[in-house]
């Protein structure tokens, strides 16, 4: 009878211990979920050997006053003048396709 | 003063074709002529200077740019003599500046009356008229060269 009770027994341990060992394996990992550092979506942008850096922004244009601007203009006609001037002084090839010194367009 | 429309004449020839024109003056920053206007006199520089300039949009207005100084003996408003008789740029006094003024139909007789005279001028005027094409001429190609090389970049493989 004693044999029973201790058989019985050690049936119903094991069980238990069966019983929360399964338990334990399939208990949702929410607070191990919520730990992992979220993921970036990678840009989906073609990759170019040359150039994998993106773009500097372009500088943005400082509005000067229009007086200035006209006087800009007005040193870009004269010195274009004066280019055009020694061309047509002594026409060639290289003066013609000189590059202009004047800052405006440069 | 030396006027360049009028070399190659005597100081005789040069007197007389003076005298056939009026001295004006022009206050500093006044205007001569508008471009569109009717072009019905020409205008030798005797003192002070002329600046001509074209309307050019700068911002969505409107506004005077700069294209040629002309100085004491030059000519200026030579449209007088050419069809269709419409100044095609406007010309102010940066400072005063005094000028002879001269109409076309005066010039002209004149010519009749003295046809050596009206040769020697005529061949001046076609020289001034022919440096100003070689000169706005060159300009463009210029600056077509710049909008070829800017278009296809060229400047920008070149650096």
């Not at chain 1, 027994?9 to 730990?35: D, E, G, N, Y």
């Not at chain 1, 290289?94 to 405006?104: E, M």
């Not at chain 2, 600046?51 to 700068?58: D, K, T």
Request: hydrophobic share 50%; aromatic share 8%; charged share 20%.
């Amino acid at each position: 009878m004693d044999m029973f009770i201790m058989g019985l027994c050690f049936t119903f341990f094991c069980l238990a211990i069966t019983a929360a060992a399964f338990a334990a394996a399939t208990r949702p990992r929410a607070s191990q979920a919520a730990a992992q550092p979220e993921l970036r979506a990678i840009e989906a942008t073609p990759t170019r050997f040359f150039a994998d850096r993106a773009k500097p922004p372009l500088p943005t244009p400082i509005a000067v006053p229009i007086e200035v601007l006209l006087q800009q203009i007005e040193n870009h006609v004269r010195l274009e003048q004066a280019a055009a001037e020694s061309f047509v002084a002594y026409p060639s090839h290289a003066l013609l396709h000189s590059k202009t010194t004047s800052p405006f367009v440069n | 003063m030396v006027y360049t429309l009028l070399q190659g004449l005597s100081p005789a020839e040069t007197d007389e074709v003076l005298a056939l024109g009026s001295r004006i003056a022009v206050p500093s920053g006044g205007s001569l002529f508008r471009l569109g206007e009717s072009a019905d006199r020409l205008f030798l520089i005797e003192r002070g200077r002329i600046r001509l300039s074209f309307p050019m949009l700068v911002r969505n207005k409107e506004e005077e740019v700069f294209f040629q100084e002309m100085a004491p003996g030059e000519t200026v408003g030579w449209s007088a003599m050419v069809p269709p008789y419409r100044f095609t740029l406007s010309a102010t006094a940066p400072l005063e500046t005094e000028l002879i003024a001269l109409s076309p139909e005066t010039f002209l007789a004149f010519f009749d009356r003295a046809p050596e005279v009206g040769r020697k001028i005529s061949l001046n005027l076609a020289i001034l008229v022919g440096q100003r094409l070689q000169l706005v001429q060159a300009m463009w190609m210029r600056e077509m060269q710049r909008v070829v090389e800017l278009k296809s970049g060229q400047r920008a493989e070149a650096h």
